[in-house]
């Protein structure tokens, strides 16, 4: 592909979105299910719903600042007018640490999660390493090969969803959702805030906000990942809730995995959580890939690579090895539970829209409010 | 018998190496002996093909990769020059120094293929009009050299007036009936010509050539396809006659609008190609690109169609074809209509089609014969078939080996019980008849066809039959191997079918290394890759990744009636194919549209 074709490669909305659903629902595979539960016992599946509301009027604020201040701006160009380059690199730095933590609890959980469900005689460090090569080898491809996989697998991750949804249905016991409202609604709004950073939309949407095919469709686009994903996790949640007492749903790291194995529709269907690999391989592939691109996307922004593609082997390796340092699976599920999940909301949308928010008071202080760095932006986009 | 013990003795007790002196050597012969000295026979004006770089490269000092390229451009540029070496030249108006000249082209007198015939125009010249006919024999057709150009120029002609008008527009227009004739001035032409079963024709004091069409050597008459073969639908295919085969697809698509543009690929022997594509239909853009890629061939010979296919294709290292080959005239002449482009490559039985995308590789050229219910059922199981192929083996060793647990318990000691008496491990049992199918397969192409019927004794016999009996693998194993192997003859493209019986190789040591972990993995990183794979400008995955929401001849077979448009993915200058009604007769069409009544 010639330079000028990769400098203007951009991703229809329909990839974006499927891209946008496969990250925020990976999520059920991995240990959101089981902070919801602790937090909201039967009421957990509300958390998502209240998170998704809070997700998607923060999105339509942040487009509606890109579109009228940014258009064609990422976040490390916003805040290079706005704090100049050393605070751009220190907000860079910010976020892709985020994406370079994310990226490896991610990996140490779902690799965990491989070797204690399927692979219990394979050491963790191949079944780690096989999984980042995949990553890298995708985010290599660009956010375009990302997202266009992301389109592919999408399918497969409705179907399996839906599947191990209705599959269990001879388990559901609908009075385990009740009393409803659980640990009470103060409790379930706490949650809600604490645990939306999965809903990694907004801070995404200001660094991909460049790439988008048609900037005209952001609004649908995000109002359609949101709904679909919250859609999935409410799904996931209730029927894990009809299937096991909230007591016992917090004290497991694997919900979808316990759901699966509970499926007995006769016996030739039953124990299918084998199956599910495909399901969960294909959809944390695709999650890790998003958030190491933007780690690495944002790093060579910053520092003005004029290609990030060199970097993604060392930030494999790096993730890799984050992910490895914790002794135990334990560490993680509390690292990630004290830390990304729970304070992530700073960086997944406190400081975007703070970002933004200057940027914007700027541009109008200045008098060009309305103008975008269209061209600028073009200038400086990397090759994707 | 004595002196035959004593030779013995002498043979035994002595080192004869007189038989390593005799081997011939290609590495002691001296270059700059012409291969053609033998006998009395007189030289034509020789070229020395030797470079002084050709010389000097045995030398293994290693050089840069800039100065290796360099060197080697430089060289085969002075090669291609000197192999063609005067051709540039325009033709001279002496006859001698035309004969000359074709001596030394053609190599004669060595060269036997090559036919001079000299002759006088006319039966009655005052002043002699001396000219030649040059052809190769067995390219051309001699009846019509003897009838159409010799017995017109030499036994009909009367030139009686003293200074006839001795040109070659006066040949074509008065003395020769051929239904296809050229005036070309150059030698490079002429010889290009003569090469091809044109027939040459070279008068004295004329400074150029009249090419007369006389092609006409052996080719096998159209027969029905090999590979591709349909129960609904036309019976015949190409041959290995490049004018024939563009004949049979301009006969199936008659309309105007459809070009043939011919160019020459190889500086040693040229070998035609045709850009057939649809003017007005077809993206300027793709005919400019197929053209470019063409045109930038520099090799010295292609053969076939299967080796132009690895030169123009975007990434050859992939086991998927990016170009699809076909035998069907039937399947080019659909494809042109819809906006592909067609390569015809010298006399080969195939004909490339391109841009490819992965899908229209599973299809076939029966579907849009019969009706889209069937249509839609016999791609279903073709896609059934393509992942058996290729995830069977795979998945049956991860089964038993990590996932024992998701089989019913009856089966599970089923498989196991069969598995009581097999010492090797299932991955080694696996790929045993693999291997085993995969000779089957190949021998079953190389085997002579006399001796064809033992393959199947072979195979039935002593593959299957046998290698149960003696507890080598399991009875289970060999159905699964069967039905792969018959799942993989139900793809209908031969070059995707290559690429899955590899891969599944892939996924089977993926499966028996992490078990459906292994598998899937692979199977996320080879679609990221087929998603980033693309044809001639056009996304391999299309229209699905990216989608571009074309019609819904993809995966399933939709009816005709609905499939208004081309597909959107190449950009066609005509999008629409027919009317958005395309059934206006049919009344429960005419209620749909609510015209119900208007018109009786």
Request: with cysteine; charged share 20%.
């Amino acid at each position: 592909m010639s330079q000028s074709a990769r400098r203007n490669a951009k991703v229809p909305g329909s990839e974006m979105t499927a891209m946008l659903i496969i990250f925020v629902s990976t999520n059920a595979f991995l240990t959101y299910p089981r902070y919801i539960s602790l937090n909201g016992y039967e009421a957990a599946w509300m958390e998502p719903v209240f998170s998704g509301v809070l997700t998607l009027i923060l999105f339509f604020l942040v487009e509606q600042l890109l579109r009228r201040y940014f258009k064609n701006l990422d976040i490390v160009e916003v805040s290079k007018e706005v704090f100049g380059r050393f605070g751009a690199i220190l907000i860079a730095l910010v976020f892709s640490l985020y994406f370079l933590c994310s990226t490896a609890a991610v990996m140490r959980e779902f690799t965990e999660n491989v070797v204690s469900t399927v692979l219990p005689s394979t050491p963790i460090l191949i079944v780690g390493a096989v999984f980042m090569f995949a990553v890298g080898y995708i985010v290599y491809g660009g956010i375009e090969g990302i997202c266009r996989t992301a389109f592919i697998f999408l399918p497969i991750l409705l179907v399996g969803l839906v599947a191990v949804c209705l599959m269990t249905v001879n388990w559901w016991h609908p009075y385990m959702l009740l009393p409803l409202w659980g640990t009470g609604p103060e409790q379930v709004l706490r949650g809600s805030l604490q645990y939306s950073s999965i809903f990694a939309n907004v801070l995404l949407l200001t660094i991909i906000y460049p790439h988008v095919h048609d900037t005209s469709k952001m609004r649908r686009i995000g109002f359609v990942s949101i709904v679909v994903s919250t859609l999935l996790l409410v799904g996931l949640m209730l029927t894990y809730h009809m299937v096991f007492p909230a007591a016992e749903t917090g004290k497991t790291s694997f919900a979808l995995y316990r759901l699966a194995r509970m499926i007995h529709l006769g016996p030739f269907f039953q124990r299918l959580e084998s199956i599910f690999i495909f399901l969960w391989v294909t959809a944390a592939t695709v999650r890790m890939a998003v958030t190491l691109w933007g780690c690495s996307y944002l790093l060579g922004k910053a520092f003005g690579w004029p290609t990030y593609r060199p970097a993604v082997p060392a930030l494999v390796l790096l993730s890799f090895s984050l992910g490895m340092w914790p002794e135990n699976w334990i560490q993680v599920i509390n690292f990630d539970g004290t830390y990304l999940l729970r304070w992530g909301w700073i960086v997944v949308f406190a400081i975007p829209i703070a970002v933004l928010s200057i940027g914007a008071m700027v541009r109008s202080m200045r008098g060009g409010g309305r103008l975008h760095g269209g061209q600028r932006g073009r200038r400086r986009m990397q090759r994707v | 018998m004595d002196m035959s013990f004593t030779g013995a003795l002498k043979r035994l007790l002595t080192v004869d190496d007189s038989m390593l002196d005799d081997q011939f050597s290609l590495a002691d012969d001296d270059p700059s002996e012409p291969a053609d000295t033998y006998g009395e026979t007189p030289q034509p004006e020789t070229v020395n093909f030797t470079t002084a770089e050709n010389k000097t490269d045995t030398s293994k000092k290693p050089v840069s990769m800039r100065t290796f390229l360099r060197r080697a451009t430089k060289e085969y540029e002075e090669a291609v020059e000197k192999a063609h070496v005067g051709q540039d030249d325009e033709i001279e108006c002496d006859i001698d120094e035309m004969k000359r000249r074709l001596e030394r082209f053609f190599h004669l007198p060595q060269n036997k293929d090559i036919v001079i015939r000299e002759f006088r125009v006319g039966v009655d010249t005052k002043a002699p009009w001396r000219g030649m006919a040059v052809f190769v024999d067995g390219l051309s057709d001699k009846n019509v050299i003897n009838s159409a150009i010799l017995e017109p120029l030499m036994i009909l002609t009367h030139v009686s007036e003293e200074n006839p008008r001795r040109t070659l527009e006066y040949v074509v227009e008065k003395l020769l009936p051929s239904n296809q004739s050229q005036i070309v001035n150059k030698w490079s032409e002429a010889v290009a010509n003569i090469l091809t079963g044109s027939t040459v024709l070279f008068l004295d004091r004329c400074n150029g050539a009249l090419v007369m069409e006389t092609k006409g050597w052996e080719h096998r008459s159209v027969s029905t396809p090999q590979t591709e073969n349909v129960v609904r639908g036309s019976q015949d295919a190409f041959t290995e006659n490049f004018r024939a085969n563009t004949g049979l697809v301009r006969a199936r698509l008659r309309t105007e609008h459809l070009v043939t543009e011919i160019h020459s690929v190889g500086n040693l022997a040229r070998t035609d190609v045709a850009i057939m594509y649809i003017h007005g239909v077809t993206n300027p853009k793709l005919v400019r690109e197929v053209r470019r890629r063409i045109s930038q061939i520099d090799v010295d010979f292609v053969l076939d169609s299967g080796m132009l296919e690895q030169f123009i294709e975007d990434r050859p290292s992939m086991l998927i074809p990016q170009v699809m080959a076909t035998e069907r005239p039937d399947r080019v002449a659909a494809s042109l209509a819809e906006g592909y482009v067609a390569l015809f490559v010298g006399n080969s039985t195939y004909c490339l089609i391109v841009p490819v995308v992965l899908w229209s590789l599973v299809h076939s050229s029966e579907d849009s014969n019969i009706r889209f219910l069937p249509g839609t059922f016999m791609r279903l199981i073709r896609w059934i078939a393509l992942f058996t192929a290729l995830l069977l083996p795979g998945l049956y060793v991860a089964v038993t080996n990590y996932h024992a647990e998701m089989l019913p318990t009856d089966l599970m000691l089923a498989i196991a019980g069969s598995r009581e008496q097999v010492p090797f491990p299932v991955v080694v049992e696996v790929l045993l008849m693999e291997f085993a199918i995969e000779l089957i397969r190949e021998a079953g192409i190389r085997i002579p066809s006399v001796i064809g019927p033992t393959i199947g004794i072979v195979g039935a016999l002593i593959i299957g039959q046998s290698a149960v009996q003696a507890g080598i693998v399991s009875p289970l194993l060999v159905i699964v191997v069967a039905t792969t192997a018959l799942a993989s003859f139900t793809v209908p493209n031969y070059e995707l079918s290559m690429g899955i019986r590899i891969m599944r190789f892939a996924f089977l040591i993926a499966g028996a290394v992490l078990g459906f972990y292994g598998i899937a993995i692979l199977f996320v990183v080879y679609v990221v890759r087929l998603s980033m794979l693309k044809s001639f400008g056009v996304p391999i995955l299309s229209p699905i990744a990216p989608s571009s929401g074309a019609s819904r001849d993809v995966l399933l077979r939709g009816p005709l009636w609905s499939m208004n448009k081309r597909p959107s993915f190449l950009y066609p200058l005509r999008s629409w194919r027919q009317k958005p009604m395309s059934r206006p007769w049919s009344a429960p069409t005419r209620k749909s549209t609510g015209k119900e009544g208007g018109e009786t």
